[in-house]
């Protein structure tokens, strides 16, 4: 019998997983029917201690006999994404066939970028890819170089790190040069003031420095406010600025509003701009008829990033990088790698040019086989069911005395104001989620502090968001 360090063993395997399987579903059965709390936070020396962490990680003596134990306490304090009181993150409450891909890649470890590593993560990546670009109306790909202008894509770990790569994609378009002798001066991005701190983030990572970004003003309700973008184009280029990339929402993060993708569209033709939307929540919109309008105008955009671990039921991460002309992102990084290309023809795409990660896990399947369960038309109403809790929700809530709803929301995600104080939105949420009765989030929106819900899960309905604002009532 071979003695190597964990070496693979069928009936363990076997094992763990039923055993593994059947706790997730009593987990998951337990978080629909609400017979434990939301969340069960707890001090982080508390779970070490009660995990037994270090000791195990001495000795090794979980073995098949701990597992039951250790998946207790884990699964006992995590925070339950199927509860129908989890309205907080936009993080996907996952589907079957997500969880299932997860364990597959577990179990072989093909990664997605290079061919010849996974060939069938590589293949179901390009479907998904083109199957996104199209319902962008951008060109698919096709497997085989061509002259003929087309899209294309690649999907990484987070819609984070897919900003950064559409930034890279603007630049080497503006200055091709700047992979190898750095950014040129006055390099600048104009993005909304409440754009996700990824876009920053990113500026930074690329050595523009965050103040390369140019904050375009927005509504009360945080959108881009179109006059202030036309002059902060205007005064940025007239201060000597090369401008980098316009970036717009879609939607907020906070609010869950898009921006008005077609009239900026319209400014970054007349004005020669690249033109990046930030649909890591909305993006999935675009699978649905009635809702795709909401997106009207980012099919005239040059780069798009699209979360499935949003809105998409895939489990963390699995996001899209899209551009409507394929060489800005073949241009976007310029590695030589002898070790893994030599010029030979392969037989299919490697995505490891397009992305920041070396090795990644096979994002594509997660999302094909999450779509290939039920088909796009499920998801379609799996996306409009959620929207419609939420414009019922703001029917209850601006019905109900003392509350207070802002906008009618256009996505999944809507914000709401309990009394007119600032301090207790923030010790509502507080004392919901220790007390593991409701998650939800807060946010600044125009200069107040708001209650924030996202409807994620398929257990929330109605009957949740009337118990919410009948607890808020009761008690404050
Ligand atoms: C608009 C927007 N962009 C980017 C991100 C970051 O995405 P990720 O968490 O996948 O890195 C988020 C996350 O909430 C978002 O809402």
Redesign the pocket.
């Given at each position: 019998m071979k003695t190597e360090f964990l070496d693979w063993n069928d009936a363990q395997f076997i094992s763990l997983i039923e055993q593994t399987a059947a706790t997730l579903v009593g987990y998951i059965k337990q978080s629909q029917n609400e017979e434990v709390a939301v969340s069960q936070l707890r001090p982080m020396q508390q779970n070490q201690v009660a995990l037994e962490a270090e000791k195990l990680i001495l000795n090794g003596s979980l073995g098949n006999s701990g597992l039951a134990q250790f998946l207790e306490i884990y699964l006992k304090h995590s925070t339950r994404l199927h509860h129908p009181k989890y309205l907080a993150?936009?993080v996907a409450s996952p589907a079957v066939p997500s969880a299932v891909a997860d364990l597959i890649h577990g179990a072989i470890n093909n990664p997605g970028a290079i061919y010849e590593m996974g060939s069938t993560a590589a293949s179901l990546e390009h479907v998904v890819l083109n199957w996104m670009l199209k319902k962008l109306s951008w060109k698919p790909e096709p497997i085989n170089p061509t002259a003929e202008p087309h899209g294309a894509g690649a999907l990484m770990n987070?819609?984070?790190?897919?900003?950064l790569v559409a930034l890279l994609a603007a630049r080497s378009k503006l200055a091709p040069n700047a992979w190898e002798q750095g950014n040129p001066e006055g390099l600048k991005v104009l993005a909304p003031s409440n754009?996700?701190y990824?876009i920053q983030r990113a500026l930074s990572i690329m050595g523009l420095g965050s103040q390369a970004l140019v904050p375009v003003a927005v509504d009360e309700y945080e959108r881009i406010k179109v006059d202030d973008l036309q002059q902060t184009i205007r005064q940025t280029q007239g201060a000597g600025f090369r401008i980098m990339a316009v970036v717009a929402?879609a939607?907020?993060?906070g609010s869950g509003l898009f921006d008005p993708l077609s009239q900026i569209a319209d400014i970054c033709k007349d004005h020669h701009l690249w033109f990046h939307v930030?649909?890591?929540?909305g993006g999935a919109f675009l699978v649905s008829e009635q809702l795709k309008h909401l997106l009207n105008g980012a099919e005239r955009a040059d780069s798009f990033?699209w979360?499935a671990?949003?809105m998409m039921r895939v489990s963390?991460?699995c996001?899209a990088v899209l551009v409507r002309e394929a060489e800005t992102l073949q241009n976007a990084f310029q590695q030589q790698a002898s070790y893994l290309f030599y010029g030979s023809p392969s037989l299919g795409k490697d995505y490891l040019h397009r992305t920041v990660e070396c090795t990644k896990t096979a994002l594509g399947t997660k999302l094909f086989l999450t779509l290939a369960w039920q088909g796009e038309k499920a998801l379609a109403q799996y996306v409009e069911n959620r929207v419609a809790i939420a414009e019922k929700a703001y029917q209850l809530i601006d019905a109900r005395k003392n509350f207070s709803c802002p906008y009618f929301p256009e996505s999944n995600i809507l914000c709401f104001r309990y009394k007119n104080d600032d301090q207790l939105q923030i010790q509502i949420r507080e004392e919901l989620l220790n007390e593991g009765l409701f998650h939800l989030t807060s946010t600044m929106m125009g200069g107040k502090r708001y209650l924030r819900i996202t409807v994620m899960t398929t257990a929330t309905s109605l009957v949740d968001i009337q118990d919410l604002l009948t607890v808020i009532e009761k008690r404050w």
């Open positions: 993150h936009q987070g819609g984070s790190l897919a900003n754009s996700h990824s929402n939607c907020s993060t930030d649909a890591c929540h990033v979360d671990h949003k963390g991460l996001t």
